[in-house]
């Protein structure tokens, strides 16, 4: 069965630190990979996604995540956070034809600031 | 372009009451996905359907729980009786299947506090 571990519960940083959140995932075939954000009462939003190509994916809000196909990790990365970037932040996969995505359990990033 | 639409955005109810949720999908997407958000577990998959008709709905904690989806533009989610423990916010999306990669879009959610 497919599933999408994230290592961390909550993040905290201050700001102008860069920040880079785990995410790795549990399936043989071909995947699409995408983090979305949640801010504070909002709902989910799509930050960026893979599904083929350069596996630097650049998204919105200077936010890019690498996919590492060998390490079955797509690591978020963002070179300086703001107060602004305080948000949860989730990792999802799908896997071959199948319609739903699987999500990870979340990341809460709180930056300082 | 309107994005998913849920309605009502907060629903404060008493135990033993039925309540409905209800999405309307951005239009011509063709699979819908409900969730469920609390802090103690997280964002969980109910249901999702493709092309109106459900594919797992493992995800359902019980039978209080019911989803309908009788046309591609409408889906509701009810919840008979409702319980305290049923509080959370619940997210519908949709999204559509072309290949595989395109994303879930979601709704504002709905708020539901049982009392």
């Known amino acids: 069965a497919q599933s999408v571990s994230q290592h961390n519960h909550h993040v905290i940083l201050s700001e102008a630190a860069s920040l880079e959140l785990g995410c790795n995932y549990s399936y043989g075939g071909t995947v699409n990979l995408f983090w979305y954000v949640q801010y504070p009462g909002q709902h989910l939003q799509l930050l960026l996604k893979y599904f083929s190509g350069d596996p630097l994916v650049k998204g919105i809000k200077g936010f890019e995540a690498e996919f590492i196909k060998s390490k079955f990790s797509f690591n978020l990365r963002k070179p300086s956070v703001q107060w602004s970037d305080t948000a949860e932040y989730f990792c999802?996969?799908?896997?071959?034809?199948?319609?739903?995505?699987?999500f990870g359990k979340g990341t809460k990033l709180s930056v300082k600031p | 372009d309107a994005g998913v639409i849920q309605s009502p955005r907060h629903e404060v109810t008493e135990m033993g009451q039925e309540v409905t949720l209800r999405c309307k999908p951005i239009?011509?997407?063709?699979?819908l996905f409900w969730y469920r958000q609390t802090m103690m577990r997280g964002l969980e998959l109910l249901i999702y359907f493709n092309n109106n008709v459900p594919i797992d709905d493992s995800g359902m904690p019980e039978d209080r729980f019911s989803a309908k989806m009788p046309n591609a533009s409408f889906s509701t989610l009810k919840i008979q009786p409702s319980e305290p423990r049923d509080s959370a916010v619940y997210f519908c999306a949709s999204s559509l299947y072309r290949g595989s990669n395109q994303p879930q879009h979601f709704g504002d959610g709905t708020r539901l506090s049982i009392l």
């Open positions: 999802a996969v799908r896997g071959g034809s199948q319609g739903n995505l699987i």
């Open positions: 239009s011509g997407h063709d699979y």
